[in-house]
């Protein structure tokens, strides 16, 4: 799939922002951003509706100037004025730019128009690719959101990117198209693309991805590993008598982030299920039952950012709920 | 990059909607006012006998008249507002198309619309008159010999139209509207300019010379037109004036460009 483009991008990071800020009048909608994507990866860029994700894929693809900091791709500076490094990239931002009066064959013929090396031939191989082939011939103001979005990540995909950034590509997809779209992400990052993928569902995150970077308020409050991120969230469930004695006890063992009691059970996060058995029996309580929750990333998210329900990250911010992972956390969220 | 780029504006251009209806619209009002021609006896009186002089005269209206300014405002204003409304701009940049490139091309690849103007009008013209003049005269007198002249009006008309589309394009970069561009436009085409010259007229002597270097006073100059109210440019002077105009229109809408944020 990847690798028809005439750069020659050997470069480890396809993708680096470094200080990235964008300030909209008196509203800082992104602060000081450093990502780092890998050739090759599928990389995460979760947040909720307003927390930069669009401002920062808009600076990425030098759509809008940034107040301060940098984009590389492939290596190579891009701004508004600058962006021959997007050549090798494809995108899908918001609804597609096509033109509706135009068939989906048309509007990906047009965009082949200003790459000689694309064909007919990879037209039609893009159509079928994202499942419109059918619906090729009709104009694009009749399509649904979700067929919009299919033909936009044709665009995207017709001339072979090394690199794809997609902001919410999922949109408007019902749940198979959206399980469609990522089976289609895994086996592009199979054929050596690398994905960027904004999104605010953070099961598609944690199914597809393999390092995450999380935003929220347009501040970066934690990046790394999906399954890092994840096995720090564990979350141990604990059933006994003396609920108010062992939620005491427990917030004073080393590692634990948060202890929730709820109706006859505890819920400890930060620490391994050994170690809460272990510190309560020291101390004279005996467990009726203990459950070994994972968290999701959703979970995780919802404690990092303080918008979860009872979240509880305690005095050292999100840093805390991943003691032992090579996490990097912006302490100031 | 440049040349591909055009191609795929080329593409866009002449696909859009708003220019099949300019010209449907064109090729009414250009075989009504032929037939007018040929059957008000007033007009009649000093309408040449010939097709080449009355294929002719309707290359120059089109040229002069504010037809042909509005035509490309309307069409300039209308596909450069609808990038910003389709989000098609975002797509094209983000694939490494710069924006100079991107609004350039899309000035060029408006010559060809504007050329179809000229088409059209000769080709309506040429229908409606020859039945005219064959069924009044017998004959639709010599065509052949008159072909370069023919070409050299529609051509320079075609030329002298480009401010108008210059302008257009930097309305719509401005205001990133349909409305700011195509509405501003022609305000500008048709009351600014008319308002200049009244109060130019009003003031009188020397003033009345700045008619000359007014967007819609330059093509008279360009053909070599006598006119009453004002002394218009010599030829050359006129090109390069209307060259002076699409550049200053296309290199403040370029700086616009440039430096917008391009966002939802």
Redesign the interface.
Known sequence: MAGSSDHSHDCEFVLQTSGLSKRFGQVKAISDLDLAVRRGEVYGFIGPNGSGK??TI?MC?????PTSGSVRVFGQKVT????????????L??????????SGR?NLR??A????EIDAERVEEVLDFVGLTQAAGRRVKGYSLGMRQRLGLG?ALL?RPELL?LDEPTNGLDPAGMREIRELLRRLADDGVTVFLSTHLLHEVEQVCDRVTMLAKGRQVAQGPVANLLSGGETVRVRLAEIALAANSLNSLSGVTAVRPKGQWLEIEGVSSKTVVVHLVRHGLVPEEVTNGRADLESVFLNLTGEGEGADIGDGGGAQLFPDTPVLVDSAA | MFVNVLRAQQTKTLASGVLWVELAALAAITALLVTLTNTMTELKADAPVTLAGQMNEMLQHAGTSTMGHVLAVVLAGAVMAQEYNWRSLHLWLSQGVSRTTLLWTKLVSLIVPVALFFVVTAAVTAAVAGGFLYVEHGSIGPVAGELVDLLRTAGLGAYGVLPFAALALLLAVTGRSMLVAVGGGLALTMMGEMLFVQIMGMIGGRALDLVAYLPGSLVPGLLGMEIEAYQPLEPGAAAAVIAMYTGLFMVAATLIFRRQDLHD
């Open positions: 669009t401002t808009g693809l030098g759509l809008m100037h508004p004025r600058d962006t021959r490094a997007l050549r090798g990239v494809g995108s931002m918001g609804t597609p730019g096509m033109v509706p009066s135009m048309k047009l965009l128009r200003m790459r000689p665009a001339h950034i």
